[in-house]
């Protein structure tokens, strides 16, 4: 089965540092998202990208995040200048459209701890 | 905004007993998804509802939407212990748009 895959696994970076999070939605989706959830909490919906722009955008969301779709197959979520408060796993997302894009098929995450 | 809440925040079963996660949104949904995360794992999409007061059944588990489409619930008959994860609900609004709320989760623990 196609799957959605991310990179890295794990990050550990310190206060202050950009991170970039990498994703390779499956192949022919068009939707993409990130999502992210603090331990032990809900999952969190931080942006949708749609054609090349951003659809959609929680207010999670702020001036320290972009995205990013460099080439055919990967979508990037970059963090600028990460706070403390970023710790939390990075879920990546895409689905297609029509009926079959009702579901939304999420990679295995990319947890990202600040110190 | 939109705020989506389930019930129980936990709930602790022995194998064989029933299980039930009820949802309820702030707004009036388009559609209600649900999936379920292991711990440690991520979202896995179980399936979708549409339809005011539909309900669906995948085996042991039955999924109803209410008739205003603004609640759901999950139920599962007989647990086992490869139930155990966090259950979420996850809405979109009426009106379109792409995103995909997610409700505060319930996590089940299956006891032999």
């Known amino acids: 089965e196609p799957e959605v895959t991310q990179t890295p696994s794990h990050q550990v970076t310190q206060m202050g540092q950009e991170v970039i999070l990498r994703c390779v939605p499956i192949s022919n989706h068009l939707y993409f998202y990130w999502y992210r959830q603090i331990l032990g909490q809900k999952v969190e919906f931080l942006v949708s990208?749609?054609?090349?722009?951003?659809?959609?955008k929680s207010e999670i969301f702020d001036d320290q995040f972009s995205v990013e779709r460099p080439d055919g197959s990967n979508f990037t979520l970059k963090i600028r200048s990460t706070k403390l408060e970023d710790s939390a796993m990075y879920f990546c997302?895409?689905?297609?459209?029509?009926?079959?894009?009702?579901?939304?098929?999420f990679g295995e995450g990319s947890w990202l701890t600040v110190v | 905004g939109q705020q989506v809440m389930q019930i129980p925040q936990y709930q602790h079963v022995q194998e064989g007993e029933d299980f039930t996660t009820y949802c309820n949104s702030s707004?009036?949904?388009?559609?209600i998804q649900w999936y379920k995360q292991r711990p440690g794992g991520h979202p896995v999409f179980l399936i979708q509802l549409v339809k005011s007061g539909e309900v669906k059944k995948q085996k042991r588990l039955t999924f109803q939407f209410g008739e205003a489409k603004k609640n759901s619930s999950l139920h599962i008959t007989a647990t086992q212990t490869t139930d155990v994860g966090t259950y979420f609900c996850?809405?979109?609004?009426?009106?379109?748009?792409?995103?995909?709320?997610f409700g505060t989760g319930t996590q089940l623990k299956v006891e032999l």
């Open positions: 990208f749609y054609n090349n722009e951003i659809s959609e």
């Open positions: 997302a895409s689905r297609t459209t029509g009926v079959s894009g009702n579901t939304i098929y």
């Open positions: 996850a809405g979109r609004p009426t009106g379109g748009g792409n995103k995909l709320t």
């Open positions: 707004t009036t949904l388009s559609n």
